[in-house]
């Protein structure tokens, strides 16, 4: 029972602990999802877009954590929309 309730812990954290971003980039509007942000000691930053699976470097950026749902709605669209 022991071992049954640390697995589902496990479960539960590898699961629950998944944050969410939209990245905007200021210059062009152009916006981003990812789930991982990798920050460079210059102040850029390197993502994979979810939405096309590029690998992309951002020397300037605005952050957003957003939920799944939004998440997944914007990697779900055609990436033509701006920031409003």
Same mark, same amino acid.
């Given at each position: 029972?022991?071992?049954?309730?640390?697995?589902?812990?496990?479960?539960?954290?590898?699961?629950?602990? /998944?944050?969410?971003?939209?990245? /905007?980039? $200021? &210059?062009? *509007?152009? +916006?981003?999802? /990812? &789930? =991982? +942000? %990798?920050?460079? !000691?210059? !102040?850029?930053? @390197?993502? *994979?877009? %979810?939405?096309? !699976? @590029? %690998?992309?470097?951002?020397?300037?950026?605005? +952050? *957003?954590?957003?939920? %799944? @749902?939004?998440? @997944?709605? !914007?990697?779900?669209? /055609?990436?033509?929309? =701006? &920031? $409003?």
């Amino acid at each position: 029972m022991k071992k049954c309730f640390v697995i589902l812990m496990i479960c539960f954290f590898a699961v629950g602990c /998944t944050k969410y971003y939209k990245i /905007t980039d $200021p &210059t062009t *509007e152009k +916006i981003y999802y /990812t &789930t =991982k +942000i %990798k920050k460079k !000691g210059s !102040g850029a930053i @390197n993502i *994979e877009d %979810k939405r096309t !699976g @590029n %690998k992309v470097t951002l020397q300037s950026s605005e +952050i *957003e954590k957003i939920t %799944k @749902n939004q998440f @997944n709605l !914007g990697v779900s669209s /055609t990436g033509s929309e =701006k &920031t $409003p």
